[in-house]
């Protein structure tokens, strides 16, 4: 059974800063397109930010020249960091690798 394990969520203020890391096992990283997901409460599951097994990312464009998804292929990792924050940015967010998901880290943005 692959696994994702995502850590570095946390309460931050408003134009602060936070990257989040996804480490996967028992998948074959290299070939893997990865994602990120978010969840607000109360609304529905959405993408953030994808990377190819290239390297190739993508964007939503609320996130646009604030985050970015970058991949370490030989530690198995992907990463976001997250620069100038909003509360709008508040979530869980969720690392995936079609069919699976990590459990989630929670980001808070609050002064």
């Known amino acids: 059974q692959a696994q994702l394990v995502e850590s570095g969520g946390g309460l931050v203020q408003p134009g602060g800063s936070l990257r989040l890391s996804c480490a996967a096992s028992r998948i074959i990283f290299s070939l893997a397109t990865m994602s990120w997901y978010r969840q607000a409460p109360g609304k529905q599951r959405d993408l953030v930010a994808s990377?190819?097994?290239?390297?190739?990312?993508n964007y939503v464009d609320s996130v646009k020249g604030r985050f970015t998804i970058s991949r370490d292929n030989a530690k198995s990792t992907v990463y976001l960091q997250m620069n100038s924050l909003k509360p709008e940015d508040t979530a869980v967010y969720y690392c995936?690798?079609?069919?699976?998901w990590g459990q989630g880290t929670q980001v808070t943005v609050s002064s």
């Open positions: 990377i190819t097994y290239g390297g190739s990312a």
């Open positions: 995936r690798s079609p069919p699976y």
